[in-house]
């Protein structure tokens, strides 16, 4: 086995944290995986990962050379690929993350990217916790809210308007909120992004400041999907993003209150780990990934 073959076997170990893992997506035996990642060690005279009963991890030499290795891998795809013109030329495993609400959306428009490169597999994350982009071995991620990862290329997609939501249910028994002062009597679903964190409450602008009214609440959730179900359940008023509740909102599901007392909006972003050169798969799913979004944020 050559060197870049090892390379790349040890790139994928290092992205699943398992030889086993690693060997079924390369279509390898276990063994063979296992074999080339201890010959690569061999020849480079250092150890790249620990090995346990239970789980793989890079070393301090391993994490340096993961590195540099995903940056050497994408410079020979991008040299085999660069006279190659027809999109079905594109070929290879991107790992992409987003919320569980975008998701939605892009899995439903993804047959269409697929079709026109449909040489390429999609390995989508969409859990509602800020993965480790560089660590973790993800080509992108799509994020919403403020951003704290300044070791990234950050891609700004615009802003989601924030509308606040409840249920007709909820509204029938509590009434319709008309003030600040009327949510004193009213219910907050809050939603942290680690549960046992404090709620600031309800949110909204005043002027260019970010002000809250501290608010009851019987529930409190750590993901998208439980926050809007749980104010279906007419369990309390949300604040989400207007594209995401808008089908809610037509369908006489939710009803938006409070109209002049808007959070505010959430930055949309798309992010990657900073090599010299992204591989021409990662910038085809990025662009189809920047337009389609594009009609569901305000540009700034």
Do not use: K
């Given at each position: 086995m050559n060197r870049i073959e090892a390379m790349?076997?040890?790139?994928?170990?290092?992205?699943l944290a398992s030889f086993t893992k690693a060997a079924d997506s390369l279509g390898l035996p276990k063994a063979s995986t296992s074999t080339a990642v201890q010959q690569l060690e061999a020849q480079l005279g250092t150890q790249l990962l620990h090995r346990t009963t239970r789980k793989v991890q890079l070393t301090q030499d391993g994490q340096r050379f993961y590195e540099r290795c995903k940056d050497v891998l994408a410079d020979l795809e991008e040299l085999n690929s660069m006279f190659q013109q027809a999109p079905q030329a594109l070929s290879g495993c991107l790992r992409v993350d987003m919320n569980s609400g975008t998701a939605k959306y892009v899995v439903q428009r993804l047959p269409e990217f697929l079709r026109n490169h449909p040489q390429i597999q999609?390995?989508?994350?969409?859990?509602?916790?800020r993965v480790d982009v560089v660590a973790e071995g993800f080509d992108c991620v799509v994020r919403v809210g403020t951003l704290t990862d300044s070791s990234l290329i950050v891609r700004s997609l615009g802003q989601l308007r924030v509308v606040n939501c409840a249920s007709p249910a909820y509204l029938h028994a509590h009434g319709v909120?008309?003030?600040?002062?009327?949510?004193?009597?009213?219910?907050?679903?809050?939603?942290?992004?680690?549960?046992g964190q404090r709620s600031p409450g309800f949110e909204y602008m005043e002027g260019s400041a970010c002000r809250y009214v501290p608010m009851q609440g019987v529930l409190t959730v750590n993901n998208i999907d439980a926050y809007e179900n749980g104010c279906l359940?007419?369990?309390?008023?949300?604040?989400?993003?207007?594209s995401g509740m808008l089908h809610l909102i037509e369908a006489g599901r939710l009803v938006e209150v409070l109209p002049h007392y808007?959070?505010?909006?959430?930055?949309?972003?798309?992010?990657?780990?900073?090599?010299?050169?992204v591989s021409a798969r990662v910038q085809a799913f990025m662009?189809?990934?920047?337009?389609?979004?594009?009609?569901?944020?305000d540009r700034a």
């Open positions: 790349q076997i040890f790139a994928r170990v290092a992205e999609v390995e989508l994350s969409c859990t509602d916790r909120p008309q003030t600040l002062d009327d949510l004193a009597h009213h219910q907050l679903i809050h939603y942290v992004s680690t549960l359940a007419g369990l309390g008023i949300i604040q989400a993003p207007h808007r959070a505010e909006p959430m930055p949309v972003s798309l992010l990657y780990a900073q090599r010299r050169n662009t189809w990934l920047t337009n389609i979004l594009a009609p569901y944020v």
